[in-house]
């Protein structure tokens, strides 16, 4: 009876279940076949579309990322305009299809004292003698190109590359204008946190195990004797801002404040540090496409499965006397058969000054007639497609930032001799970073370079720590991609956030403009915004109620103290 009873409450019970489960599933059926497709599309209507893009230095090196950005926005509907030194986008295969204003026929390092340039590459370079090599009265000359063009274009958004451009900047403020940052590293457009600090100073990079002194050093002095160096220049800056007729200012990152920065960098390669939402590492940006192996070099490459590359950028040489011992390097490891071939790219080296010098043996000379059957010289080379060969197992470079970038992203382990500005950072790094190791260009030494080499050829983790940042750097090179969203962003606040002015064009507050981004501690005021009337009246409760507690107890023990003595006192008296 029992039993019968139970089997058919079981059998009401999987019943039940069935019929849930009939219906659960009905219904789920139902709802399947009604999912929409969600629209991904930007409406940009009526979204400003003039961009001017400007730089001070121009050159490959800064032109190349910022021309990248601007050709998506170009693809999305966007008018750009570059106004750079130089006769970039003419005459380069990729960024052809953009406007240029030539602002001046030289670019790059050529726009320095050549003299000065020229010792700077020899000698001991430092931050002071890097401002000094360039001539700041160029200010008014740019600021007034770059005018001329924004009317002629009728401006939305200026993107300017950090390095000197301090007209860029003024010029957007001025005219009421948004404008965007770009820059290859964070280091000199916002103030970077105490540990992080660079060889250009006389730090390093990181000062994580750095003494005491060194971190008071790099924290305190070196920082008060560079705010020197940018009041005599903006001195020189505010007298010609003057003249123009626009507010001049003393701090050299007035008119960053509050803007979006882009950064041509990722974490991996850049120091970890946190970063405000207004600043936002993009990089790294490379071309989708590099110009292929000439006839001459593949055959090169695929006869010498152990070559090394050596090149110094587009930008800077070093002494003669160190390309000697370069040179002798090479041989050196070509006859210890630790590599196989060399394919050296002049570029910015006078190889004509080189053979006139009377201590050139012959061997070298006959490198230099590009005689020697294992060392392929070449003015230029196609450095990418170079290092893109799986027989190219070195990289003898400068560390300039595209090369840095371009390494990482073909996992080539680099030799670096540092010449000028960045490169020493980079240089620290990269081998921070464990693919790398770093040469000084005023002690070079054949033995310090072949054993070098021999190090990075031999031990693992040189091409292992490549690989890694060659993955890291693959996923980021989207990012260009997003740096083309985030100014398109910055383009379309301009329809909310602008008034129009009499003659119907359109002005924004810098200040505001970007508040999505903009932390809300930049509007409290100093005090406010870091708490510290919050934490300082919690100090004083907390210490308050130490005090109290502690003079309470003081003075109940002294109170039951003197009770207890009394009374024993007392009880000794009646024992008595
Ligand atoms: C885009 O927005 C504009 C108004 O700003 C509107 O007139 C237009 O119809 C929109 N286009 C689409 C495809 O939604
Ligand atoms: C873009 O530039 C072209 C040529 O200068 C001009 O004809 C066109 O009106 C511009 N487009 C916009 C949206 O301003
Ligand atoms: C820039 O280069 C292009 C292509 O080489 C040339 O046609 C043009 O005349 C040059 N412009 C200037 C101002 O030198
Ligand atoms: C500092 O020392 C620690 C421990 O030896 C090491 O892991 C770290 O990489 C060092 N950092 C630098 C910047 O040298
Ligand atoms: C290279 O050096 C030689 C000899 O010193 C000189 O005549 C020539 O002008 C130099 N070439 C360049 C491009 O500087
Ligand atoms: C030069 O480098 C060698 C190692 O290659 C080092 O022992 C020496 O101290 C360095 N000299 C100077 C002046 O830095």
Redesign the pocket.
């Known amino acids: 009876m029992l039993l019968k009873y139970s089997f058919s409450l079981f059998t009401l019970c999987r019943l039940i279940i069935f019929i849930l489960f009939f219906v659960h599933s009905a219904f789920e059926s139902q709802v399947s076949s009604q999912f929409i497709q969600r629209d991904p599309l930007l409406n940009r209507s009526n979204v400003p579309k003039n961009i001017l893009a400007t730089s001070y230095l121009g050159g490959g090196s800064h032109l190349a990322p910022m021309s990248e950005i601007l050709k998506i926005l170009m693809d999305r509907g966007y008018n750009v305009t570059l106004a750079a030194p130089g006769n970039f986008t003419a005459n380069s295969h990729s960024y052809r299809s953009i406007p240029q204003v030539i602002v001046s026929k030289k670019a790059g390092t050529e726009l320095g004292n050549q003299e000065l340039m020229k010792k700077m590459f020899l000698e001991e370079t430092n931050v002071r003698k890097f401002s000094g090599a360039f001539d700041h009265s160029a200010y008014t000359e740019y600021y007034k190109i770059y005018k001329q063009t924004a009317e002629e274009i009728n401006v939305d958004l200026f993107f300017c590359d950090i390095g000197m451009n301090f007209a860029c900047f003024d010029l957007a403020w001025e005219l009421k204008k948004p404008v965007v940052g770009f820059a290859s590293s964070p280091f000199f457009a916002v103030i970077p946190p105490p540990y992080k600090s660079d060889p250009i100073f006389g730090c ?1 990079v ?1 000062m ?2 750095e003494s005491f002194y060194e971190r008071f050093n790099c924290a305190i002095i070196k920082p008060l004797k560079l705010a020197w160096l940018f009041i005599s220049m903006a001195d020189n800056m505010n007298s010609q801002r003057v003249k123009l007729g626009i507010e001049s200012y003393w701090n050299p990152r007035a008119r960053m404040d509050n803007i979006l920065i882009l950064f041509d960098t990722f974490f991996g390669f850049e120091i970890p540090t946190a970063m405000l939402p207004l600043h936002q590492e993009i990089g790294p940006i490379l071309s989708d496409t590099y110009p292929d192996l000439t006839p001459a070099l593949d055959s090169f490459l695929n006869t010498h499965p152990r070559t090394m590359y050596f090149a110094l950028g587009t930008n800077v040489f070093t002494s003669p006397q160190n390309i000697a011992i370069l040179l002798k390097s090479c041989l050196e490891l070509i006859n210890h058969n630790i590599i196989d071939g060399v394919i050296w790219a002049t570029v910015k080296t006078n190889v004509t000054e080189l053979m006139s010098l009377s201590d050139v043996d012959s061997p070298i000379s006959d490198i230099l007639n590009n005689n020697y059957p294992h060392i392929h010289i070449t003015k230029f080379a196609p450095q990418f497609a170079i290092l893109s060969h799986e027989n190219t197992k070195v990289f003898l470079s400068h560390g300039g930032a595209s090369s840095s970038h371009e390494s990482m992203y073909t996992a080539t382990p680099m030799l670096i001799l540092p010449i000028m500005g960045d490169q020493f950072g980079n240089a620290e790094k990269l081998e ?1 970073a464990g693919m790398a190791l770093r040469l000084s260009k005023l002690n070079l030494t054949v033995d310090d370079i072949v054993l070098k080499i021999k190090r990075l050829l031999s031990e693992e983790g040189f091409k292992k720590n490549a690989e890694r940042l060659q993955f890291v750097a693959k996923v980021n090179s989207k990012r260009k991609y997003r740096a083309a969203d985030l100014i398109e962003m910055v383009m379309n606040t301009i329809k909310y956030e602008s008034v129009k002015d009499e003659n119907g064009a359109l002005s924004v507050n810098n200040k505001a403009l970007l508040r999505d981004w903009i932390t809300p501690n930049t509007r409290m005021g100093f005090i406010r915004g870091n708490y510290i009337d919050v934490y300082s009246t919690f100090i004083v409760i907390l210490l308050a109620l130490v005090g109290g507690f502690g003079y309470v107890s003081f003075k109940t023990t002294k109170f039951l103290y003197a009770k207890y003595k009394g009374r024993t006192i007392n009880s000794k008296s009646k024992k008595e």
Do not use: F, K, Q
Request: hydrophobic share 20%; net charge negative.
């Open positions: 390093h990181s994580e195990n921070l």
